[in-house]
């Protein structure tokens, strides 16, 4: 086995940096990951939507304990406001088998199968590059170490990236996501919306955007049946507030069926943040001794639910990389020639999705469940997406 004994080193702990971590020890590697943060990374972040394959697989391997909560449906519901009036229309439904997660389980979930590794806290890597001898230094306060393997899961923004790809920079995309979770309590009031999420996940059209509503566990000490309500909504914000949470709250109100305008507007939140969409797609995923995983190999738009699907699937690659090539550099090659059109592929998927349904969104209130469905398959013109496995 190419890796067994070989020393790898993990910039960035958290979805792949983890993974990537389970990865190598599964195959034999000794692994040391370097995270900047000092704290637990259990309460950051909101939802994962993952696909139900994936998620046996996973749980199958041992990345991911059986015993984490999720809140798996099998359906989508697509619904719009009435024109004029405060009510809702369900214009379409298409089974699209999910699992929802909770970011702050999921990764500690990752992180307990990843106790096999050296881990370091509060230790940002300053600086990683070649040591001379076919390796790669990684440069932090407390020193230089060196590794026959360097994998970059240090996010968006990667240091390690710069090593593959200097000049490299995000397009924006020219809208923004405004994701939140509250509470399933603090909308109990809204009960018809609280019925529909049990079984499935529903998308809101309105004119320049959407928004996603599901079902995620509780996660802390809560019970493994116990959620809270997670959303995501797309648009274009106002140049003098871009991550304003008045902006988003204006839009539920203004273009929302009643009942899901006041989970956004009213709901008590857990939590609230504002990101600007980008693409980001690195031209190799690897170059040995270097390896991208994650959201440092590339970051696609949030409608295709694949950033984190993305970063375990580079993890399982990687295993299997390892296993089976005769050297740490083949492996890493072969990992290349997987991972990098796969990422290529996601960042177009994201820009297809995106176009459709926030550049240019249709007329949602004249869509019915022939026009969504033929609609759908024309937005992805033949690539694949597990949210719409069933459109073909
Ligand atoms: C609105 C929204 C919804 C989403 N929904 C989904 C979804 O449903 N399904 C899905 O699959 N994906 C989804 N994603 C994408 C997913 O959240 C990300 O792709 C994923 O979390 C990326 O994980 P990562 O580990 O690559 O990066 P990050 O989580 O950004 O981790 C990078 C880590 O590296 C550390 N780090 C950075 N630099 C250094 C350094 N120099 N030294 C040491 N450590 C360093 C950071 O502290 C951080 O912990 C969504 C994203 C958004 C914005």
Request: glycine share 12%; hydrophobic share 40%.
């Amino acid at each position: 086995m190419a890796a067994t004994g070989s020393r790898m080193g993990v910039v960035g702990g958290s979805i792949a940096g983890c993974a990537a971590a389970v990865a190598g020890i599964r195959a034999g590697a000794e692994v040391t990951v370097y995270e900047r943060s000092d704290g637990e990374l259990r309460g950051r972040g909101l939802g994962i939507v993952i696909p139900p394959p994936l998620h046996r697989r996973l749980v199958g391997t041992g990345y991911l304990d059986a015993a984490m909560p999720t809140a798996p449906v099998a359906t989508r519901v697509w619904l719009t406001r009435v024109p004029g009036e405060r009510s809702a229309r369900e214009f379409a439904r298409q089974p699209s088998a999910v699992t929802p997660c909770n970011w702050g389980l999921l990764w500690q979930s990752l992180r307990s199968a990843a106790s096999g590794a050296r881990h370091h806290r509060g230790l940002p890597v300053l600086s990683v590059g070649h040591d001379g001898d076919g390796g790669a230094l990684v440069r932090t306060a407390g020193g230089e170490e060196s590794y026959d393997i360097v994998v970059g899961a240090d996010g968006h923004g990667s240091l390690t990236r710069r090593v593959l790809a200097p000049d490299l920079r995000a397009s924006p995309a020219g809208y923004a996501v405004w994701r939140g979770t509250l509470p399933v309590d603090a909308s109990a009031e809204h009960l018809g919306a609280l019925q529909l999420l049990r079984t499935s996940w529903v998308t809101i059209g309105f004119p320049g955007g959407h928004g996603i509503f599901y079902l995620i566990p509780r996660g802390g000490d809560a019970g493994p049946d116990e959620r809270l309500l997670a959303y995501a909504i797309y648009a274009t914000p106002p140049e003098d507030a871009p991550d304003g949470a008045g902006h988003v709250r204006w839009l539920a109100d203004e273009h929302f069926p009643q009942e899901w305008a006041d989970i956004v507007a009213r709901g008590e939140h857990a939590a609230m943040t504002c990101h600007p969409v980008v693409d980001l797609h690195a031209p190799v995923a690897a170059d040995p001794p270097f390896l991208l995983a994650g959201d440092a190999a590339g970051v696609t738009r949030p409608h295709t639910a694949s950033g984190a699907v993305k970063a375990l699937q580079d993890a399982l690659c990687l295993e299997e990389a390892l296993r089976t090539s005769p050297t740490p550099a083949g492996a890493l090659r072969r990992y290349a020639r997987e991972r990098t059109p796969e990422g290529a592929r996601l960042v177009e998927l994201g820009r297809r999705l995106g176009r459709a349904q926030v550049e240019l969104t249709p007329d949602w209130a004249a869509m019915d469940q022939g026009s969504v469905d033929a609609w759908c398959r024309a937005t992805l013109a033949g690539t694949s997406s597990y949210l719409y496995a069933d459109t073909d």
